[in-house]
């Protein structure tokens, strides 16, 4: 069993920043890669940043220069900082995390996702 929990969701102005954190426990062997995803209503859901093993990371090009992806690999714990938050920005954001369980079977599992407010 493995469980993905995010957290650090909130409002805020244009312009201010927000810090998610998502947490990865349970039965894993191993983490290859955790990222976020976030969809806003009416819309697809789209990958915003992840991290995969060995430190690379990817940002869709409309976050770049403003957020920051990073993990705490002792603790399968990633981290999205937001600065220079728009209005655009606001959705639901989704964790994810790819593991390998104790089974050895590598799986993709989903937090339930924090809401982010951009107010203008």
């Known amino acids: 069993q493995v469980q993905v929990v995010e957290s650090g969701g909130g409002m805020v102005q244009a312009g201010g920043s927000l810090r998610l954190s998502c947490a990865a426990s349970g039965s894993i062997f191993g983490i290859a890669a955790m990222g976020w995803y976030r969809q806003a209503p009416g819309k697809q859901r789209d990958l915003v940043a992840d991290?995969?093993?060995?430190?690379?990371?990817n940002y869709a090009d409309s976050v770049k220069g403003r957020f920051t992806i990073s993990m705490n690999n002792a603790k399968n714990t990633v981290y999205l900082q937001m600065n220079s938050l728009k209005p655009e920005d606001t959705a639901v954001y989704y964790c994810y995390a790819r593991a390998l369980n104790i089974r050895q079977t590598m799986t993709l599992y989903w937090g339930q996702g924090t809401q982010v407010t951009v107010s203008s």
């Open positions: 991290i995969i093993s060995g430190g690379t990371t």
